[in-house]
């Protein structure tokens, strides 16, 4: 089982769509998937629709990772009920997010133990936060994905980013590794984003993954008709699940849990489809 947490130390960059565009990916390559949503906003179990669809919650788990209660805190996504399943977020984790003391820091690790034979991957939806909930997330991870958008403060809260996750791999989690940095909402044509991208491979270099993902609406119109991007009917569409395949093809083999039908997009030139030959429909 690989365990990959989506992080940002700054709000708005997208990061649940990230969540939700790899979820997409990973039951597209059949994966047996579980999402954890520990982001007391709880956008990405909204998203995958089973709000109230279990007894108990991620908050209910860091409290007592026992199996049952990690059981009764687990629902199927109509996604794909076989496949992806979710353990549910809500506002209650946000009393997790203070200070973590060391105890607890390995809570969340500790109830995915019990689940290692049933999943392929856990992806962890991360708060847009360095508290005590992105602190357990990140320790029970394999890889750490940094999103970002092309801005000043997005770019600066991901050197932040770094520095956290190498904190915590020194602290609490020897095997966490950065996977690296996700661009995301990418326009064509634009001026300030082309000057913010040059200064992000400065900073971070072959750690900006060559895969990014456009600015489309049909990420937003699959979102808001509960559907994954890879059943979306359009050309841009096709095209953004060709780029969440690609990113989650390169997080599988860096845990070296390779998927081959995802081999052939985590090549650099998947990456590099022109966003002006793709209709936004």
């Not at 689940?115 to 392929?120: A, F, G, S, W």
């Not at 994905?145 to 602290?171: C, H, K, N, W, Y």
């Not at 096709?238 to 998927?259: P, T, Y």
């Amino acid at each position: 089982m690989s365990v990959l947490g989506i992080c940002s130390l700054k709000g708005g960059v997208g990061k649940t769509s990230i969540t939700l565009g790899l979820a997409s990916a990973a039951i597209h390559a059949g994966l047996r998937t579980l999402v954890v949503d520990l982001d007391p906003q709880a956008d990405t179990t909204l998203a995958l629709g089973v709000s109230g669809g279990a007894d108990n919650d991620v908050s209910a788990v860091l409290d007592n990772p026992s199996p049952f209660v990690i059981e009764s805190a687990i629902a199927q996504s109509p996604w794909n009920g076989e496949l992806l399943h979710v353990l549910v977020g809500s506002n209650e984790s946000a009393r997790h997010d203070g200070p973590s003391y060391a105890h607890r820091l390995t809570r969340l690790t500790h109830a995915l133990e019990f689940l290692e034979e049933r999943y392929d991957l856990v992806i962890i939806d991360c708060p847009p936060s360095l508290g005590g909930l992105t602190r357990q997330g990140l320790t029970a991870c394999d890889r750490a994905l940094v999103v970002t958008e092309l801005g000043l403060f997005s770019v600066t809260a991901a050197g932040r980013a770094f520095q956290a996750i190498d904190e915590i791999r020194r602290q609490s989690a020897p095997n966490l590794r950065p996977l690296g940095v996700l661009v995301n909402r990418v326009r064509a044509r634009s001026s300030e984003q082309a000057y913010r991208q040059e200064e992000l491979e400065n900073m971070f270099g072959d750690l900006v993954l060559p895969t990014y993902i456009p600015e489309r609406s049909a990420l937003q119109q699959a979102q808001g008709a509960g559907s994954p991007v890879h059943e979306w009917p359009s050309r841009a569409a096709r095209d953004l699940a060709d780029r969440f395949d690609a990113v989650l093809g390169a997080a599988l083999k860096s845990m070296e849990h390779s998927v081959p039908a995802l081999e052939s997009a985590t090549s650099p030139a998947s990456a590099e489809i022109a966003l002006e030959s793709i209709d936004d429909d």
